[in-house]
């Protein structure tokens, strides 16, 4: 079974903090995904990464950056935290397109809830 | 136009009562259709995937797909209280990997 961990569930943070959300998948998955999920939103994309050190923006990437050092780890950083930035965060992974057994199915972590005050 | 369309509901059923559960999409190029169920302050679980039109079954879940009218449906069987939760579809296809998600069902069944 593919296992995607989240480092925190839960986490507050102060206005104006760095804040670090990291993710690790341990199938060996060449995408990962950072979503952000809030009520009557839905599930919104800020960032996806196709391979190590490559990454692309999603749909809502302002006041956030990534960073992917090896393969199975995935990070979101939120540079200077504002109280708008409070929500769910969930991280995902998935085989590339094209790849034995591939579906673009995503494998989602537990999430952490961030709240920024 | 969005382009996955989810009622959010919410949809309240008795204990044993078939529910469905429906999306629109309207991007024609979508192939992979999903229902991912969501417990409250969980992480999406993928429930059932589907390649292209017609039926799967697993178990008391069933997912249908009509690439004709684009519409996904999944529909529950004898359902149970620890069906309760969110259900959200989600597509790909075309020239990218990304899911589109519609924004999810709340579903309570009720003991």
Request: hydrophobic residues 30%.
């Amino acid at each position: 079974d593919v296992k995607v961990t989240q480092s925190s569930r839960y986490l507050v943070k102060r206005t104006g903090e760095k804040v670090f959300l990291e993710c690790v998948q341990d199938m060996d998955h060449e995408n990962m995904f950072w979503y952000r999920q809030d009520p009557g939103l839905g599930l919104r994309l800020i960032y996806f990464s196709y391979d190590v050190k490559m990454k692309e923006k999603g749909d809502i990437p302002e006041g956030y950056s990534v960073s992917r050092e090896k393969k199975e780890r995935f990070s979101l950083i939120l540079e200077s935290a504002s109280t708008n930035q409070t929500s769910m965060y969930l991280c995902a992974s998935s085989l590339p397109r094209g790849t034995s057994g591939s579906t673009d199915t995503q494998y989602f972590g537990p999430g952490t809830r961030l709240t920024v005050l | 136009q969005k382009e996955v369309e989810q009622d959010p509901g919410p949809l309240s059923v008795p204990e044993g009562a078939i529910v469905s559960l429906n999306c629109t999409y309207s991007n024609s190029a979508f192939q992979y259709f999903m229902w991912y169920r969501q417990y409250s302050r969980k992480g999406p679980e993928l429930l059932m995937y589907t390649y292209s039109s017609g039926n799967k079954e697993d178990g008391r879940f069933t997912a249908q797909v009509d690439k004709s009218s684009k519409y996904i449906s999944l529909f529950i069987r004898d359902s149970q209280p620890s069906d309760s939760a969110t259900y959200l579809c989600a597509t790909s296809g075309g020239s990218n990997y990304k899911l589109t998600f519609g924004k999810g069902t709340l579903l309570t069944v009720n003991p």
